[in-house]
């Protein structure tokens, strides 16, 4: 069975750090591009970031550059999101997600339980 678990979410003060993990599982992670997602109460799903283990593409969304960095741990099938410089704005659900090949993600194939962060100011 396929599956993304995504852990690492909390509680932090503004100015703070977090770092998310996403463990993958069931499919050939080599050739997958990572991402990614979150949703805020009210608000539509977007893409935070992403990152690919087939030809090691990434990117961010304009709102975490230079504060968030992703990462991916090809041996231990996991991909990373840091997360520093936290703004009460970060708050929201994040979720993880897989597609075949590169980055971006436009209709990911695989999908992981959400873990929540709250940034208090």
């Known amino acids: 069975d396929v599956q993304l678990q995504a852990s690492g979410g909390g509680l932090v003060q503004a100015g703070g750090s977090l770092r998310l993990s996403c463990a993958a599982s069931g499919f050939t992670f080599d050739d997958y591009a990572i991402g990614w997602f979150r949703q805020a109460p009210g608000k539509e799903r977007e893409g935070v970031s992403c990152?690919?283990?087939?030809?090691?593409?990434?990117n961010y969304a304009d709102s975490v550059k230079g504060r968030f960095t992703i990462s991916s741990d090809i041996a231990k099938n996991t991909v990373y999101l840091q997360m520093n410089s936290l703004k009460p704005e970060d708050t929201a659900v994040y979720y993880c997600a897989a597609e075949g090949l590169a980055c971006p993600l436009f209709n990911p194939a695989y999908w992981g339980r959400g873990t929540q962060v709250t940034v208090s100011s």
């Open positions: 990152i690919s283990n087939y030809d090691g593409s990434l």
